[in-house]
């Protein structure tokens, strides 16, 4: 039997540098990820700034907009109330940046030989960097609104007092797993998500390597999945992006309402 | 048993998490679609509450797949 070539499915998720630049022994270069994370703000740049019309019957790119800053406006309004309006940019920087991320991982650019797509928040120090700041914000509104007496959201109305230490630190350690939370749910999904597509595409190759039998049992099995789970990441993509949206939110509401 | 081997026995093992976390998303859908399908004028209320929880269950089997992840290729 002729050696199996081992799957890499980890390989579509390497950083390369297009740009080395090294200032100080620190590696500072332009790499394919800050390449992608720059088509995503000229994405979400560029359908904002082309929708921001003031008509009063709008056009067909200004109703898209305004649905979808809409969308994140309602969001907010529910969960926070009318005082949390003023969080309503952060929540849909977040929002649009996540899901225009996931989105751009998914484009079926290796039509082109050589090149690749590449999901930005498929790694962790993206993804967590952006929990810390939604954890970062929420800590910085509640010691501001309510300096010392935001350590009252640990101890949930109507504890009987016996109880208070152990509620108190099974609430405090509930807080402090929540930047950790939200960064590792959208990582894996992203991960998972398109580790699971090069498997199934790796198993269409080798199966069109194997000759016509073995071709039609794997390779046509194989594909009619790939695409059925395009189309679920498609949706894993939204969904992730509109429950990282909607946890800072309840977040923010601990931060601002205190209960 | 040698190192390897175990390694991936470990990793298969915390793999079975991911299963157990598929059958509490269903019910979480399930539910949602059980109630809905009953009250449909107040499902759309709740499809935030529907994706928080969706949101939880998919939580815990992403942690049990970074298990064996890190089973496999850190420990």
């Not at chain 1, 969960?79 to 940019?89: A, D, L, T, V």
């Not at chain 1, 939370?181 to 199934?200: D, P």
């Not at chain 1, 695409?227 to 601990?254: H, S, W």
């Given at each position: 039997m002729a050696a199996e070539s081992k799957i890499d499915p980890m390989h579509q998720f390497t950083v390369e540098p297009i740009v080395p630049l090294h200032i100080g022994g620190y590696d500072i270069s332009f790499t394919n990820s800050s390449l992608w994370l720059l088509i995503t703000l000229a994405l979400i740049f560029g359908f904002v700034a082309m929708g921001m019309r003031r008509d009063l019957v709008p056009g067909r790119w200004q109703m898209a907009v305004e649905g979808l800053t809409g969308f994140i406006d309602d969001m907010v309004r529910v969960n926070i109330g009318p005082?949390?309006?003023?969080?309503?940019?952060?929540?849909?920087?977040?929002?649009?940046?996540?899901?225009?991320?996931?989105?751009?991982?998914?484009?079926?650019?290796?039509?082109?030989?050589?090149?690749?797509?590449?999901?930005?928040?498929?790694?962790?120090?993206?993804?967590?960097?952006?929990?810390?700041?939604?954890?970062?914000?929420?800590?910085?509104?509640?010691?501001?609104?309510?300096?010392?007496?935001?350590?009252?959201?640990?101890?949930?109305?109507?504890?009987?007092?016996?109880?208070?230490?152990?509620?108190?630190?099974?609430?405090?350690?509930?807080?402090?797993?929540?930047?950790?939370?939200?960064?590792?749910?959208?990582?894996?999904?992203?991960?998972?998500?398109?580790?699971?597509?090069?498997?199934?595409?790796?198993?269409?190759?080798?199966?069109?390597?194997?000759?016509?039998?073995?071709?039609?049992?794997?390779?046509?099995?194989?594909?009619?999945?790939?695409?059925?789970?395009?189309?679920?990441?498609?949706?894993?993509?939204?969904?992730?992006?509109?429950?990282?949206?909607?946890?800072?939110?309840?977040?923010?509401?601990?931060?601002?309402?205190?209960? | 048993m040698d190192y390897e081997s175990a390694k991936v026995i470990g990793a298969g093992l915390a793999a079975i998490g991911v299963g157990t976390a598929a059958i509490g998303v269903g019910l979480v859908f399930g539910q949602f679609l059980n109630s809905a399908l009953r009250n449909p004028a107040a499902a759309?209320?709740?499809?935030?509450?529907?994706?928080?929880?969706?949101?939880?269950?998919?939580l815990l089997g992403l942690i049990a797949f970074t298990v064996a992840i890190l089973i496999l290729f850190v420990v």
């Amino acid at each position: 039997m002729a050696a199996e070539s081992k799957i890499d499915p980890m390989h579509q998720f390497t950083v390369e540098p297009i740009v080395p630049l090294h200032i100080g022994g620190y590696d500072i270069s332009f790499t394919n990820s800050s390449l992608w994370l720059l088509i995503t703000l000229a994405l979400i740049f560029g359908f904002v700034a082309m929708g921001m019309r003031r008509d009063l019957v709008p056009g067909r790119w200004q109703m898209a907009v305004e649905g979808l800053t809409g969308f994140i406006d309602d969001m907010v309004r529910v969960n926070i109330g009318p005082e949390g309006r003023k969080y309503m940019p952060f929540v849909f920087s977040l929002f649009a940046f996540i899901l225009v991320s996931n989105l751009l991982g998914l484009l079926p650019l290796a039509i082109i030989p050589g090149l690749h797509p590449f999901t930005t928040t498929s790694h962790f120090s993206i993804t967590g960097i952006l929990a810390v700041m939604s954890f970062g914000l929420v800590l910085v509104i509640g010691f501001w609104r309510h300096g010392l007496h935001f350590f009252s959201l640990f101890i949930p109305h109507g504890t009987p007092k016996p109880m208070i230490p152990l509620i108190a630190a099974i609430e405090f350690i509930s807080f402090m797993v929540r930047p950790f939370s939200l960064g590792l749910r959208l990582f894996v999904a992203m991960i998972a998500g398109h580790i699971l597509m090069e498997v199934f595409g790796s198993f269409v190759v080798s199966g069109l390597n194997g000759g016509p039998l073995i071709a039609a049992v794997v390779s046509l099995p194989s594909l009619l999945l790939i695409i059925g789970i395009l189309a679920l990441e498609l949706l894993v993509c939204a969904i992730q992006a509109y429950v990282f949206a909607l946890l800072t939110t309840l977040y923010l509401n601990d931060a601002v309402n205190l209960h | 048993m040698d190192y390897e081997s175990a390694k991936v026995i470990g990793a298969g093992l915390a793999a079975i998490g991911v299963g157990t976390a598929a059958i509490g998303v269903g019910l979480v859908f399930g539910q949602f679609l059980n109630s809905a399908l009953r009250n449909p004028a107040a499902a759309d209320g709740q499809q935030g509450r529907l994706f928080i929880g969706f949101a939880a269950a998919e939580l815990l089997g992403l942690i049990a797949f970074t298990v064996a992840i890190l089973i496999l290729f850190v420990v």
